[in-house]
């Protein structure tokens, strides 16, 4: 028995660094591309337990794709992974600018984390279904979802398909396989999980992918969602992006100092991989992976994202308030445009010149659909949904108080 | 056939699952066992695994993989063992079930019902007896049920597993197996010797939102549902004034022509539900009828509740609403104003 009287203490987590601290990650060791083994989808999950702790790449410093991991996507497949990813980057841009104009409300961008939900979405069918959280518009643009609609979402305009019920970017298209996005954290991931067994009950062959960040990994979603995902081995994909903010709060606050967030599946029985997030060839690689081991219904897969949140959470936060402004530089991983171009320059289907005039084109079509969108109407100008429309869809058919209370309003 | 309110709501299962293949059943218990009240005994052996199936203990996963399913297009029935244990899953319900259709301009839906045993009286204590029917009567885009026997059980069952939006379904356990007065100290009436346990074979409906009238009556009205509805009526008899005595079955969307046509008739109101009063579902009740029956008031509306305690268990029966307790409102009620 111990005699130790002294004190307890209670630990609190802190990231390395705070604002005025110089970030380091050198020491950091980065597994390099190509390291780690692809297991065939039906293997024991107990032979690659260690794909938890490890990092899967694909691209190497030189802007190769190397290990067994590569070799899935063929040129054009990656210059129109690129394409998203630029749209998506300029896209962002261009909201992020209009809510400081005042055209909107509120905007969450995906500087940093492009790749992940570009190229997920590759690796699905027609009639799989999405249940994403508010940074995945890679998505959408990825399955070919109008820009316009999403531009008019995110105005509120009378051209949102969602009648500005909705903050914006929390789109929804059942037809582009994207389930509308909840402002709670963490309550698409147990959907997720009943959508697929929904898909085993009927017998059908498609599959669904829940998407969750960091942080909310501590939600209890997380936790039944596992649990239901492994007993009832339902065809999903479980995906953590693990972009290292949470708001201000970094992921150490919901991991603690022990393991990783993909090892979070390995207490559950379900394989766990985990994947440079800012690498579009081993994302879409291991994405691939595990949409198809849920399709031959071997069950669930936990997929960690590991990434950086380049910019804010949202407009409404300033990320210089809480580390360092170098810290996005200094990440170890990278710029996943910048990488994914260097290999198709590495390649020889790419150019600097083609890459300038590339931007050029789309940023062009992007002014071109924010014209189109704000002819439409903004957050605080044009046509906009009307007020009566607030009282619609509460219901399939619309209740008596609700009737009156809309007469009420006078509408 | 004769049936108690749980055989009623097997039966209302049963035919429900035999006749639309995308209802399944899934919570705490439910499959081999069927159910810790036996409402689901059966289904598990006569419809498969698939259809009706065990979860694990997290009312938040039963609810929230049930959205995802009805999402998908079936329609889940998913069971929350006591509806003390539902507030894990409120989330889910509030945030999520009841606002898929909106927030997704009727995109994505879900009809999903979620069957909860409330009330007291079994001696269950604070976590086995709450009636929290306020908690989803306040959330917009849920219909709250409450019935008070077998023949609305299977009929208010079968419309909700019909409904295309999300439908709290709320079942009095102490009204399980039999139609429970208050008298807790005189032997358990059963249901057979009830005329409402006659239940007709196969497929019908009781419609969502319309209240019954048990008894009418000219001296004042009852709003009332679940057990308080036959604790109204033992009142009502003891006492022997001639209370009409409204079941409202449906809390929302509330039958209010029903309602306020018979307090214009008695002109005096007296709301009994076993939840605790203050911010109850009869707040809402009073409001609604001194808004629109105010000129036909003789006396102020009456509020007979649980008191505002958590549910205690060696006190239950000084905590529940009894006959007494309702008829001397019934009597307050009465009294020149």
Redesign the interface.
Known sequence: MTTDTSPLSLHVPEPEYRPGDVPDYSRVSIPKAGSVSRPTVDADPETFRDHAFSIIRVLNRNGDAVGPWAGMLDDAELHEGLRHMMTLRAYDARMMMAQRQGKTSFYMQHLGEEAISCAFQKALAPGD?N?PTYRQAGLLIAAGYPLLKMMCQVYSNDGD???G??LPV?Y???EHGF??I???LG?Q??????????????GDNKI?AGWIGDGSTAE??F???L??AS?YKAPVVLNIVNNQWAISTFQGIARGGAGTFAARGHGFGIPALRVDGNDYLATHAVAKWAAERARRNLGPTVVEYVTYRAGGHSTSDDPSAYRPKEESEAWPLGDPILRLKAHLIRRGVWTEARHVQAEAEINDEIRGVQKEAEAIGTLHDGSRPSPGDMF??????M???LVRQRQEAGY | MQLTMIGAIQNALDVAMEMDPDI?VLGEDVGYFGGVFRCTAGLQEKYGK??CFD??I?E??IV??????A????K?CVEIQFADYMY?AY??IV??AAR??????????CPMVIRMPTGGGIFGGQTHSQSPEALFTHV??L?TVVPSNPIDSKGLLISALED??PVIFLEPKRLYNGPFDGHHDRPVTPWKKHALSEVPDGHYTVPI?EAAVRKTGDALTVLTYGTMVHVALAAADKTGIDAEIVDLRTL???D?ETIFASVRKTGRCVIVHEATLTCGFGAELAALVQNECFLHLEAPIARVAGWDTPYPHAQEWAYFPGPDRVGRAFREALEDW
Do not use: C
């Not at chain 1, 147990?190 to 085993?200: D, E, K, R």
């Not at chain 2, 898929?100 to 839906?109: C, P």
């Open positions: 279904m249940f398909p969602v009648r019920r909705q929390l929804s298209s059942k389930f509308s909840s402002g709670n309550t991931y147990i959907q997720a999980v009943g959508w697929a067994m929904a898909s085993a009950i009927r669904a209890n979603d936790h039944a969602a649990v239901f007993t619609e869809d509460v219901y399939a058919e209740p008596p108080h | 399944v698939t259809r979860t694990p997290s938040l996963g929230g993989a049930g959205i995802g399913m999402t998908y297009g079936l889940p894990p989330d889910q945030s999520e898929l259709r909106y927030r997704s301009a009727g995109e994505f839906t917009t885009g219909k295309p939006d939102g929302l969307p509330l209010t």
